[in-house]
């Protein structure tokens, strides 16, 4: 159980293009979605926080605009990267919150996705 | 400012040996403790969690939490190259957070034949 799927695992793109990563939650209904950002040989970093039916609470320093997220299920949540630039090259990372009595406010990762920016 | 501070590594244990990676937090109303295992290029993965103080085991691992000195480890017995992976503490301190967990920066493990 407690299953995170993300889509795509990796992506190239162009400069100036935009990207959209998804992230389910399989077996579960996950109330909250994180989104994290990992750069190489660096700790995790949480972009936003994002709840279904309402909007992400974001990060000192991460910009909503560029980074827009829709949690419309609970079992999905979407990252845009808008007009992605090279900076942006990184390993986004999702987390899923389950609900009930039994979460103990676990949090289970999506396998991430690779994004690199031409 | 809630902080997560782990012991600085990277921790270096010959196969078979015990590996201890400790712990400490600063938010003495944290409620939930997680220990996550990262292998390199992979996105981190749940190992244990621990709510009460005293020991918690699952298999080769022990989680052990010390409400009153702020402080969680986690014990890796008959240490496998396997192992090898960074080790994030992750702390969950409660109210309106959302389930925010606060992690450390997470502790480089060798386990070397």
């Known amino acids: 159980g407690a299953v995170v799927s993300q889509h795509p695992s990796w992506v190239i793109c162009k400069s100036g293009t935009s990207v959209k990563i998804e992230c389910r939650s399989l077996d579960f209904q996950a109330t909250t979605m994180f989104w994290y950002r990992q750069f190489p040989k660096q700790s995790l970093m949480l972009m936003a926080t994002s709840n279904e039916g309402s909007k992400a609470t974001y990060e000192q320093g991460v910009e909503k605009d560029k980074f827009l997220i829709n949690h419309a299920s609970l079992t999905l949540s979407t990252l845009t990267v808008t007009s992605a630039h090279p900076e942006d090259s990184s390993f986004y990372i999702c987390s899923a919150r389950g609900r009930g009595a039994k979460s103990h406010n676990e949090q289970f990762f999506g396998p991430g996705t690779r994004l690199t920016v031409l | 400012q809630k902080e997560v501070e782990q012991n600085s590594g990277p921790l270096s244990v010959p196969e078979g040996a015990i590996a201890s990676l400790n712990c400490t937090y600063s938010?003495?109303?944290?409620?939930?403790f997680f220990w996550y295992r990262q292998y390199s290029g992979k996105s981190p993965e749940l190992i244990m969690s621990?709510?009460?103080?005293g020991d918690k085991e699952d298999g080769r691992f022990t989680a052990q939490l010390n409400k009153a000195s702020q402080y969680v480890s986690l014990l890796i017995r008959d240490s496998q190259p396997s192992d090898s992976a960074t080790y994030l503490c992750a702390v969950f301190a409660g109210g309106t957070s959302y389930g925010k967990l606060t992690f450390g920066q997470g502790t480089i493990l060798t386990v070397h034949p």
């Open positions: 938010d003495r109303g944290s409620q939930s």
């Open positions: 621990i709510y009460s103080n």
